[in-house]
C-alpha cells in the first residue's frame, strides 16, 4: 500500500522548473489508509466526485453508442475509456433548456452544473451548482470542501454577453446562485492550496495564528462597514462574511490534522503548455483526492470560447473557430480528434487513481467522475442532446458497463440529482430536475 | 402599459428629505421644463420618421426586438428614456434601419438623433442629476498592486499572488460583479501575511531559487534589450533579492545544436566565446567557452571535460545588496562567420547551430546574509527607528499612523491605530519591534478598510436622493480613476482641508495627477482594456501559415500600442490623434515587420511614420493582429471592433444556430477571395442585417492580413485584394486611409464612444441610460477644446456622476420602465 507519494509521482510531468527547495507537505493523516475506522468509513460512504467541463460540445456521431444497455460498443471519442469498461456510463438523450439563450457562450459553462436559467443582469444570478451542492454535504470534513480549476485563465470575448456580463462564460461552479467561483488555473496556486504555506509545525502554527487573528478583525471590520449602504450591498458583505467563516473553518481543520514533514516535487512556477499543462492539473487532482483534502473537484478543461490551438496533436487551428465546423468532413474530424484526446487525458488520470489503493478498493472505484459538455453540436450552438459520460464505481453505487438511452430532452439535471443521490447527498431536486434514475 | 415611472433626482440641500416640495421649488421646477416642452415640439416635427421606416417591424403585431412604436407619441418618450436611448444608439451607427430596408435620407436619421438627444439632454436637466449607484468597491488584483508598490515600496506580481476579477463592460473595476469567494479571501490573506514579510524584511531568510527561463531562443543571435551592446546569445530578468547577502548564480548554456550532452561533435565549441555575467548592466563575472582547449578536451575526455566546463557556469557566488536588480547573462558577440557551418538563417530558430546561447539561468540565495540595508521598502516603512525600549511603541504608533492613512484613503481614527497596535504588541512580544511592524502591516492589508472602498449615505436616504459625495471620497474617486490606486499624501491633505470641490484646486490635481507616472496607469487599466489590446495575448498565428511570427514580434506589438497611446492620452494630444497620429515606436524587430528599414536595435524609439496607411491605431499590427483568425483575417471581427470600439455602436450577437464557417470549399470548387465568401452573408436577411454594416467597414483593412503586413495579393485565390468598404452610411472607402479619414469626419462619434468607455472605466459601473446626457456633455465641452485628453477626463470628473451618489433605484422600478416597451 503506498503510504507516500513519492517525488517521483508528480514531478514525472512536470517539466517545470521551480523554486529548487524542496517545500514540505503536511503528513496529513488522511494519507494513512484506514487511519481510523472514521476514516474508513467516511471514504467507503462518500466518494470522490469530478466535474470535467468541455466546452464547445461533442462530435455526437463520434461519442454515442449504437448498442444500448449492457456491453455496449465505444466510439473514437470515448475508445480511450474502454479499458475501464466496468467503469463507464454513457447517457444519452440528455438535455439542458435553461443553457438555452442568445448568449450561447456566454451562460453555456454556468449553467452546465445549476441547470438553472440565469437572471438577466450584469450582477451574476443564476443557481447553485451540482458540485457545490455535493461540497456542502460531502465536503464540510475535509480540508478543501471543493476544488474549483482550469487550464487557461480566461476565454475568448464571447464567454461575456451584453445581457448577462461574464460571470456565466468563465466558470462552471457557483456557491449560491449569486456567487460564481473562480477557477483557479496557475498549478503553482493549485499547488499551494493542496500543500498549503510554511515549512514547519511552527511556521505553520504561526500562520495558523495569524489568519485567526486577521479573521476577527475583518469580521468585525465587515460589520461595521455596514453602516449607511443600500440593500445590494449588505447583500454582498454579508457574503464576505460567510466566506471569513469558511476561512475559520479551513484554517481549524489544517490546524486539527497530525502534521509531519514530508517531500514533495518542485513547485512550479509559470504555465506550462496545454498539454502539460492539463496533465499537472489531474496529478495534482489525483494526490488530493488520495490524500482526502477534497472530495470535489470541477475542471473546465478549456475556456468556453477557446482559441486553444492543439498543436500537440497536430491540430493548430484555434479550438473556438474550428468549433463552427459548418459540416465540412475536415473540420469534424479534427474536433473529433481533440475532443478524444481530451478523453485521453481523463482515461490516464482513471488508470492512475486505479492504481492507488483506497480502502479496501482503488480510487477509481470509489470515483465518480462527470465528463461532458453543455452544448451539443457546437456548429448549431444547441443543447440536446448533451455528451455525457459517468465514470468510476462511485464507491459502489455506480453499477458501469452501460449505455443508458432515456427519452430525448430529458433534464441533464436528473443526472445530476442521480450522481448527488448516489454520493448520499440528501436532495431531492436539483435546477429543473424531474426526477433521478434508478439505472444508472 | 404599465403607469409611467417618474424619478426626481434633487440636491440634498434644495430638498430636505422628508419634506414636500415648497411653492417656491414648485415654480422653479416648471420654469425648468420650458425649455423642454420646447425640444419636445421640435422631436413632434421628426416623429414621421419613425412611423415611416421603423413601425413596420417594431410593432405590437411582430414586435421585432421586443419593441414597438406603433402605439408611442413623443410625449411617452419620457417614460421609455432607456429605450430610446438605444434606438438613437443604433441609428446613430446606422444599424438601423438594417441595410437592405428602405432608409430615410442621412440628414433625416441626423435630424431625427439630434432632436431626440437634445430633448433627452433637457429633460435631464429639468429633472436633476441620476448619479446612479456605484457599489461598495474591492480593489481589485492592479489596483492591489499599485496600491502596495505607493505605500510600501514593495513591488508585487498580483497575478501570480491573487485570482483574477470579473470583467464587466470591457472593465475589470465594475463594482458590483467583483464578488468574493473564500478562494478570493484566503489569498488576500495569504498576500498580506507574504507581503508585510517581503516588505519588513527577514533578517535570515532560508536560501530560495527563482528560476528563469530565455523568453525566446530565436532574438538571441542579435544584442537583446537589456544587456549591454555588444552582446548576444543571452537574456536579462528582473528578479528581487530579500537581503543583503552572496547569492549562487548557475547558467544553463546549448547551441541551436543541443546542449553539451546531447550532440557529439560539439561544433559549436571550435571558436572561443566569452561569457559575461551582469548585474544592473554591469559586468560582474566573465569566463570563457569553446576554443581548442575545450574541444580537445572534450574530444579526448568526454564527460569529465563537459563537467569541467559546465563548472565554469555554475554555482557562481558574488555579493548581492538587497533589492530589484536586473540580471543579464550572455555571450560577448563575434563575427557570425566562423566556421563553414550555416551562416545565415532562413527564419528565426533556423541554422545558426554554432552560436552559444544562454537558455535559462538560476539565482539561489542569500548565503551569509548581511543585512536588509538595501531593502527599498524599509525606507519606507521606518520612517523612524527606536534607539530603545521606550522608544519602540511611539516609533510604531508613528510609523503605522503614516501608513495606514495612506492605504485606508483617510485620516485615521483611535480605532484604526488601537486595531493595528493590537497586531503590533503580539508581534513585538513574540519577536520584536520589527515582527510587531509586520504584523501589524499584515493586518492593516487584510483590513476591509484597505481591501474596500465604501461611500456611506446617510442613514434615512431613500433611493434616489442624490448627495454630493465627500471630499474624502472625491480625492479616491479621482485617484482609482487617474492612478489605479489611493489618493497619495498631497490629495489627501487638499481633500481633509476641504479644499478638493473647489474648481480650479480640482483642475490643479487633475493636471498634476496626469502628469504624474502614476497616470500610465490609464495606458495600462483603462485603454489597454478598451481597446482590447491584452487579447493579443490569446493569439498564436498558425506557424505554418505565418512562419516570421513568434513571441518578440507578439511583444513588440504590445509595446508600441502602450507607447503609442500612453503617448497621446499623457501628452494631452486631442484623442483623435489616436486615430490620425503619423508617429509611433518601433524597434528594429517591428520596424522589418512594417517594411521600414531605417530602424536598428531592440530598443523602441519614436519615429514619424512616412507611409500614411500605418498611421493611427487602424495600421498598428497589434490591433490587426486581434482582430484576425490564427489562419486568415477576420473582416467580420475588424468590422466589429470598429463598430463597438471606435464608433461606439456594438453590433448584436449572431443568432443561435447560424452556419458561421466560410472557408470550407466544396470538392473541386474553385477559391475564392474572403470577399467573395463573405456575400454570403448578403444572401440572409438577418446576416446581412449586422453584416451588412460589419463587413465592408473590415474588407477596408483586407490588404492587412493576420499578422499586420501589407499584402496587395490574396495568396489564396492569387487575386489582387480589394479593400473596397463602405461605411454604415453607404459612403465608400477604399482601404485604410480612407476609412480613417472618414472615422476622423465624424468625430463627435470617435470621442463619445471613448467617452462612454472612459466613464464605465472612472465610475466602475456600467453606464446606463441617464448617463447618456452627460457623456454628450462632456463630448461637447471636449470639443471645444479639440477634444484633448484632459478636458475629457476633467468633464468626467466634474460631472454630477462623479460628484455625487445615492442609493440604488429599486430595480423593479427600472424593470418596468423597459417592460412597457418590450413584450417579455
Known amino acids: 500500500m503506498p503510504v507516500f507519494i513519492t517525488k517521483k509521482f508528480l514531478s514525472r510531468r512536470t517539466v517545470l522548473r521551480g523554486m529548487g527547495t524542496t517545500i514540505a507537505l503536511p503528513f496529513l493523516d488522511a494519507m494513512v489508509p484506514a487511519a481510523t475506522a472514521l476514516a474508513q468509513t467516511a471514504a467507503a460512504a462518500k466518494p470522490r466526485m469530478g466535474f470535467f467541463y468541455l466546452p464547445h460540445g461533442a462530435i455526437m456521431r463520434d461519442w454515442t453508442p449504437d448498442i444500448i444497455g449492457k456491453d455496449f460498443d465505444f466510439k473514437p471519442i470515448l475508445k480511450p475509456f474502454e479499458p475501464y469498461r466496468n467503469h463507464v456510463t454513457v447517457v444519452s438523450g440528455l438535455g439542458n433548456k435553461p443553457a438555452q439563450s442568445s448568449a450561447v457562450h456566454a451562460i453555456t459553462p454556468g449553467t452546465w452544473l445549476s441547470c438553472a436559467p440565469p437572471r438577466r443582469s450584469h450582477a451574476p444570478f443564476g443557481g447553485i451548482t451540482a458540485d457545490q451542492v455535493a461540497a456542502k454535504h460531502i465536503g464540510q470534513d475535509t480540508a478543501l470542501p471543493s476544488l474549483e480549476i482550469a487550464t487557461e485563465e480566461k476565454g475568448g470575448s464571447a464567454a461575456c454577453d451584453g445581457t448577462y456580463g461574464c460571470s456565466f462564460g468563465n466558470t462552471i461552479s457557483f456557491s449560491s446562485p449569486s456567487s460564481p467561483l473562480p477557477m483557479e488555473f496557475s498549478p503553482k496556486k493549485f499547488f499551494a492550496k493542496l500543500f498549503g504555506e510554511g515549512t514547519n509545525d511552527q511556521e505553520r502554527a504561526m500562520i495558523a495564528n495569524d489568519y485567526k487573528s486577521l479573521l476577527d478583525m475583518v469580521m468585525s471590520e465587515t460589520s461595521s462597514l455596514k453602516k449607511g449602504l443600500g440593500a445590494s450591498d449588505i447583500a454582498m458583505l454579508d457574503g464576505y462574511l460567510d466566506s471569513v467563516r469558511e476561512i475559520e473553518r479551513r484554517v481549524h481543520n489544517l490546524e486539527s490534522r497530525d502534521l509531519s514533514i514530508y517531500d514533495l516535487p518542485e513547485l512550479p512556477v509559470g504555465i506550462p503548455n496545454f498539454d502539460e499543462h492539463t496533465r499537472l492539473m489531474f496529478d495534482m487532482m489525483a494526490l488530493a483526492y488520495q490524500a482526502n483534502m477534497t472530495r470535489v473537484v470541477s475542471f473546465m478543461m478549456a475556456a468556453e470560447v477557446s482559441n486553444q490551438a492543439y498543436t500537440h496533436i497536430g491540430i493548430p487551428d484555434a479550438f473556438h473557430p474550428l468549433s463552427h465546423h459548418n459540416n465540412s468532413a475536415a473540420s469534424i474530424d479534427k474536433l473529433s480528434l481533440l475532443q478524444t484526446w481530451h478523453s485521453q487525458v481523463i482515461a490516464d488520470f482513471m488508470g492512475k487513481l486505479a492504481a492507488i489503493p483506497d480502502g479496501e478498493n482503488s480510487l477509481l472505484d470509489n470515483s465518480m467522475l462527470l465528463f461532458g459538455s453543455n452544448m451539443s453540436n457546437s456548429n448549431n450552438h444547441d443543447h440536446f442532446p448533451l455528451p455525457s459520460v459517468v465514470l468510476g464505481g462511485g464507491a459502489g453505487a455506480i453499477k458501469g458497463n452501460q449505455h443508458l438511452k432515456y427519452e430525448d430532452h430529458t433534464p441533464v439535471a436528473n443526472l445530476l440529482l442521480t450522481m448527488l443521490q448516489r454520493a448520499g447527498v440528501p436532495v431531492e431536486q436539483h435546477g429543473d430536475s424531474t426526477g433521478s434514475f434508478a439505472e444508472v | ?824
Open chain 2, 1 to 824: 402599459m404599465s403607469k409611467p415611472v417618474t424619478r426626481q433626482f434633487l440636491l440634498y440641500g434644495s430638498l430636505l428629505a422628508g419634506f414636500a416640495l415648497t411653492p417656491l421649488a414648485l415654480a422653479a421646477a416648471e420654469e425648468a421644463q420650458a425649455p423642454a416642452l420646447r425640444e419636445l415640439h421640435e422631436l413632434e416635427t421628426q416623429w414621421d420618421m419613425l412611423n415611416q421606416y421603423c413601425v413596420g417591424c417594431h410593432n405590437t403585431e411582430d414586435w421585432a426586438g421586443s419593441l414597438a412604436f406603433d402605439t408611442l407619441a413623443p410625449a411617452d418618450v419620457a417614460t421609455n428614456k432607456a429605450v430610446f436611448e438605444k434606438a438613437i444608439r443604433k441609428m446613430r451607427g446606422r444599424l438601423m434601419p438594417p441595410p437592405g430596408n428602405d432608409r430615410p435620407e442621412e440628414k433625416v436619421i441626423d435630424g431625427f438623433v439630434a432632436h431626440m438627444e437634445s430633448y433627452l439632454d433637457t429633460l435631464a436637466a429639468a429633472e436633476g442629476s441620476n448619479p446612479g449607484h456605484i457599489a461598495v468597491h474591492r480593489l481589485n488584483r492592479k489596483e492591489y498592486a499599485a496600491s502596495l508598490e505607493s505605500i510600501l515600496g514593495v513591488q508585487v506580481d498580483a497575478e501570480a499572488l491573487l485570482p483574477p476579477d470579473t470583467v464587466s463592460d470591457g472593465f475589470d473595476n465594475v463594482a458590483n460583479v467583483l464578488q468574493v469567494s473564500p478562494a478570493f479571501l484566503e489569498q488576500y490573506m495569504s498576500a498580506a501575511r507574504a507581503i508585510s514579510i517581503k516588505a519588513v524584511g527577514e533578517a535570515a531568510p532560508a536560501p530560495d531559487q527563482a528560476s528563469f527561463e530565455a523568453p525566446s531562443l530565436a532574438n538571441q543571435y542579435r544584442h537583446v534589450d537589456g544587456l549591454p551592446m555588444g552582446t548576444r546569445g543571452g537574456f536579462a530578468a528582473e528578479h528581487y533579492f530579500p537581503a543583503d547577502g552572496e547569492y549562487e548564480f548557475t547558467a544553463s548554456i546549448a547551441s541551436q545544436e543541443g546542449s553539451l550532452h546531447r550532440s557529439y561533435p560539439t561544433w559549436w565549441l571550435e571558436s572561443e566565446h566569452r561569457f559575461i555575467l551582469t548585474l544592473d548592466g554591469e559586468e560582474v563575472y566573465t569566463t570563457s567557452l569553446g576554443g581548442k582547449a575545450d574541444t580537445d578536451a572534450v574530444d579526448l575526455l568526454q564527460q569529465p571535460a563537459i563537467t569541467e566546463i559546465e563548472n565554469r557556469f555554475a554555482k557562481i557566488r558574488l555579493p548581492v545588496k538587497a533589492g530589484h536588480h536586473t540580471i543579464g547573462a550572455a555571450f560577448v558577440a563575434r563575427t557570425f562567420a566562423e566556421s563553414d557551418r550555416i551562416v545565415d538563417h532562413l527564419s528565426p530558430g533556423e541554422g545558426m547551430d554554432n552560436i552559444p546561447l544562454v537558455t535559462g539561468f538560476k539565482a539561489l540565495g542569500p548565503f551569509n546574509p548581511a543585512g536588509l540595508d538595501g531593502v527599498p521598502s524599509r525606507s519606507k516603512i521606518f520612517s523612524c527607528y527606536p534607539e530603545n525600549n521606550d522608544a519602540e511603541r511611539p516609533c510604531a504608533e508613528q510609523i503605522m499612523s503614516t501608513l495606514a492613512r495612506q492605504a485606508f484613503r483617510r485620516p485615521l481614527t483611535e480605532d484604526d491605530l488601537g486595531t493595528l497596535m493590537g497586531f503590533y504588541d503580539s508581534g513585538q512580544a513574540q519577536g520584536g519591534f520589527e515582527t510587531g511592524i509586520q504584523k501589524s502591516i499584515m493586518a492593516m492589508l487584510a483590513s476591509t478598510k484597505f481591501l474596500y472602498r465604501a461611500e456611506p449615505l446617510p442613514e434615512d436616504a431613500v433611493a434616489g436622493q442624490a448627495f454630493p459625495v465627500t471630499d474624502i471620497e472625491l480625492a479616491s474617486r479621482l485617484a482609482f480613476f487617474l492612478w489605479s490606486q489611493g489618493p497619495d499624501a498631497e490629495l489627501l491633505n487638499v481633500a481633509e482641508a476641504g479644499q478638493l470641490k473647489d474648481s480650479r484646486v480640482l483642475q490643479e490635481q487633475v493636471g498634476r495627477m496626469l502628469a504624474d507616472p502614476r497616470a500610465s496607469a490609464l495606458t495600462e487599466n483603462f485603454a489597454f482594456q478598451w481597446l482590447k489590446i491584452n487579447d493579443i495575448e490569446s493569439i498564436d498565428p498558425d506557424p505554418r501559415l505565418f512562419p516570421e511570427f513568434d513571441k518578440d514580434l507578439k511583444a513588440a506589438f504590445k509595446q508600441e500600442m502602450a507607447l503609442f497611446v500612453d503617448s497621446i492620452l499623457r501628452d494631452d494630444r486631442s484623442v483623435l490623434d489616436l486615430l490620425n497620429a503619423k508617429h509611433t515606436y518601433l524597434n528594429e524587430r517591428l520596424a522589418r515587420h512594417y517594411g521600414i528599414e531605417s530602424v536598428r536595435g531592440s530598443q523602441f524609439r519614436r519615429i514619424d511614420l512616412v507611409d500614411e496607411r500605418r498611421w493611427g491605431l487602424l495600421g498598428k499590427g497589434g490591433l490587426l493582429l486581434l482582430t484576425s483568425y490564427p489562419n486568415r483575417t477576420s473582416p467580420v471581427l475588424r468590422g466589429a471592433y470598429i463598430l463597438e470600439t471606435l464608433i461606439g455602436t456594438p453590433p448584436s450577437a449572431p443568432p443561435a444556430g447560424v452556419e458561421t464557417d466560410l472557408d470550407t470549399r466544396p470538392p473541386g470548387a474553385a477559391i475564392t477571395t474572403l470577399r467573395q465568401r463573405l456575400e454570403k452573408h448578403r444572401e440572409q436577411p438577418s446576416c446581412n442585417q449586422c453584416h451588412g454594416v460589419m463587413d465592408p467597414l473590415g474588407l477596408a483593412l483586407e490588404n492587412f492580413n493576420a499578422i499586420g503586413q501589407w499584402q496587395d495579393m490574396d495568396r489564396y485565390a492569387g487575386a489582387p485584394i480589394d479593400a473596397l468598404g463602405r461605411l454604415a452610411t453607404g459612403q465608400p472607402v477604399s482601404g485604410p486611409i480612407d476609412l480613417r479619414e472618414a472615422l476622423l469626419d465624424r468625430p463627435d462619434q470617435f470621442v463619445q464612444a471613448l467617452t462612454e468607455k472612459l466613464m464605465t472605466f472612472a465610475l466602475g459601473r456600467t453606464i446606463e441610460h441617464f448617463d447618456m446626457p452627460i457623456v454628450r456633455s462632456v463630448v461637447k465641452r471636449a470639443a471645444a477644446d479639440d477634444y484633448r485628453f484632459e478636458s475629457i477626463v476633467l468633464g468626467i470628473v466634474e460631472s454630477d456622476a462623479f460628484q455625487m451618489k445615492s442609493l440604488p433605484v429599486d430595480e423593479t422600478a427600472t424593470a418596468t420602465e423597459t417592460l412597457s416597451l418590450s413584450k417579455e
